[in-house]
């Protein structure tokens, strides 16, 4: 008999508006992580628990979480871990700074699996976040990935360490 409970009946956030579930979703993370929208969030820890009560849920608080905040991600285990759980979610990111640092393989593996999926309203921020990272093998790693297609993106240099990408819309 459980079993025929749907998902509405266990979930009573449900019933209410849209936009009170919204400010919920926002309250949820700025208690969980100290922030409130607009703020840049270095992803190095994992979802709050509400993000994961349902895929309705979750598709809305990310909604809510991605669209109105930027993001910083750092090659380490969590950021990478981050970067497997928002794969399908990158579209709806609209600012993304990613700091690759000497662990290239790991992120010409992410962003080989990302770039496919960007947005066009999504800025792009590639940061050299390792001084040691030489401007040969930076570039390359943004040639590889695809960064350097005209006819997909637009880039431009912000200073020696940072490049800005944008979609280019077909």
Do not use: C
Request: glycine share 2%; hydrophobic share 45%.
């Amino acid at each position: 008999m459980a079993r025929d409970i749907s998902i509405m009946d266990r979930t009573p956030l449900l019933y209410m508006p849209a936009e009170i579930r919204n400010s919920i979703y926002e309250l949820v993370v700025k208690l969980e992580w100290g922030h409130t929208s607009q703020d840049f969030f270095v992803l190095d820890r994992p979802l709050p628990a509400l993000f994961r009560v349902s895929k309705q849920i979750r598709s809305e608080a990310l909604d809510v979480f991605l669209l109105k905040n930027h993001f910083h991600i750092y090659t380490s285990s969590i950021g990478l871990k981050w970067l497997d759980i928002l794969a399908r979610d990158v579209i709806r990111f609209r600012f993304l700074i990613l700091f690759i640092d000497l662990n290239i393989p790991a992120w010409h593996r992410y962003l080989k699996a990302l770039l496919p999926r960007v947005s066009n309203y999504l800025e792009l921020r590639i940061r050299r976040a390792a001084v040691s990272l030489s401007d040969p093998l930076f570039e390359s790693l943004l040639h590889d990935a695809g960064l350097y297609d005209m006819d997909r993106w637009a880039g431009e240099r912000n200073g020696p360490n940072e490049m800005i990408f944008k979609r280019i819309e077909a």
